[in-house]
């Protein structure tokens, strides 16, 4: 919905992946740079990113305590 995924290193898919894209229709490009858009911005939010790191440094903290 959003994009393609390839393996790394694997250039054959991404050209195949390449092409895919390439063959879609205008308003499905769009729609599909919409998706990843729409995806991006809410997993990546400044303050969801920010309280996951929070969390991590509390384990870590919780971690070091308990030894």
């Known amino acids: 919905r959003s994009g393609y995924l390839v393996p790394p290193g694997d250039p054959a898919a991404l050209a195949g992946a390449m092409a895919r894209l390439e063959g879609l229709a205008p308003a ?3 729609a ?36």
Not at 40 to 54: K, L
Not at 57 to 66: F, P, T
């Open 28 to 30: 499905e490009r769009r």
């Open 32 to 67: 599909m740079g919409d998706e990843g858009l729409r995806r991006v911005t809410s997993t990546y939010q400044i303050d969801r990113v920010a309280d996951r790191w929070i969390e991590l440094y509390q384990d870590l903290v919780n971690d070091g305590e308990r030894r």
